[in-house]
């Protein structure tokens, strides 16, 4: 079993929609967890991070981490057409290395 | 400034050339990365330096080299590539090693002919 899941997509969505974007792990000891986002041919951009359970909201984005079933998610309200880009969950493990997801590739549609 | 530059932008080398890849960041931060990342894949991790020391080395290769010369350079040579080792290479940086909050550069588009 990976430590982190997330799928891969592509997730197609249109202009205005709620997007959710998840991912599961492994390691119920796991305390950071982090969403970048990274668009085509530039590096991943820190987007939210978030210590233990419970929401962070930042704008339209809301990053949500349930350590009771190993799934955080990532939900971005009213999408706009330059959200489209790869959206990378990244849990810090216990030895501080950081674990990423394996990205899921969000488009959204004018 | 929150900025971390790399250049070269775009990079192609035979196999027998040797270059280097520079990143420099200018936030304070005293922990430096090299990623690699294929297309469609997450970056890798390949070295960190913490505290211009090298800490973590995740049994890359001899053909890439990494130097620190001080706490806001970090470069990366490359001798003898292989077109496997074709890829985007990340450099990032963050406060203190541990790993959180990193901010990455644009990164070096490199491809091995």
């Known amino acids: 079993q990976k430590e982190v899941e997330q799928d891969p997509g592509p997730l197609s969505v249109p202009e205005g929609a709620i997007v959710s974007l998840n991912c599961t792990y492994s390691n119920s000891a796991f305390q950071y967890f982090m969403w970048y986002r990274q668009y085509s041919r530039k590096g991943p951009e820190l987007l939210m991070y978030t210590y233990s359970s419970g929401n962070k909201e930042d704008g339209r984005f809301t990053a949500q981490v349930d350590k009771s079933s190993k799934y955080i998610s990532l939900f971005i309200r009213d999408s706009q057409p330059s959200d489209s880009a790869t959206y990378l969950c990244v849990i810090e493990s216990n030895t501080g290395k950081l674990i990423f997801g394996q990205g899921t590739t969000l488009q959204v549609k004018p | 400034d929150t900025e971390v530059t790399q250049t070269p932008k775009h990079l192609v080398m035979g196999m027998t050339n040797k270059k280097s890849l520079k990143c420099e960041q200018h936030m304070g931060h005293r922990a430096m990365y090299w990623y690699k990342q294929k297309a469609k894949k997450p970056p890798e991790l390949m070295f960190v330096?913490?505290?211009?020391?090298?800490?973590i080395n995740e049994s890359v290769p001899s053909r890439f080299s990494p130097e620190c010369p001080n706490s806001s350079l970090l470069n990366l040579h490359l001798h003898a590539l292989q077109p496997e080792d074709s890829a985007l290479y990340l450099c990032?940086?963050?406060?203190?090693?541990?790993?959180?909050?990193?901010?990455f550069g644009s990164g070096t588009q490199l491809s091995v002919l």
């Open positions: 990032a940086s963050s406060q203190d090693g541990r790993g959180e909050k990193l901010f």
């Open positions: 330096y913490s505290y211009e020391k090298l800490s």
